[in-house]
Nanobody, 121 residues
């Protein structure tokens, strides 16, 4: 059983930056593909970014491509999301996820509790 705990969310002005972290425990971190999703009020959970087990491949939603960067440190069991040039439409609860399948669908096996990101205009 893997436990995931996100941190780093907060309130930021448009154009600003935040770095989210996701600390994993209870499993072999390097055996999982990892991803970030987000969910705004009244909307479905949306794929943001994903990374393979050893960071060979990454991919991003079109809406964040070029502004967000996903990375992981397997030695420290931590996943990151660097978010630059933030926009009000990036406001959402951000979730990290771990799973055996490298996918953009919300089909990951383990999920964190989420961290709120609010971008003011």
């Amino acid at each position: 059983q893997v436990q995931l705990v996100e941190s780093g969310g907060g309130l930021v002005q448009a154009g600003g930056s935040l770095r989210l972290s996701c600390a994993a425990s209870g499993g072999i971190f390097s055996s999982y593909a990892m991803a970030w999703f987000r969910q705004a009020p009244g909307k479905e959970r949306q794929f943001v970014a994903r990374v393979t087990k050893y960071s060979v491949s990454t991919s991003y939603a079109a809406s964040v491509q070029g502004r967000f960067t996903i990375s992981r440190n397997n030695a420290q069991n931590t996943l990151y999301l660097q978010m630059n040039s933030l926009k009000p439409e990036d406001t959402a609860v951000y979730y990290c996820a771990a799973g055996s399948k490298y996918t953009t669908a919300a089909e990951y096996d383990y999920w964190g509790q989420g961290t709120q990101v609010t971008v003011s205009s």
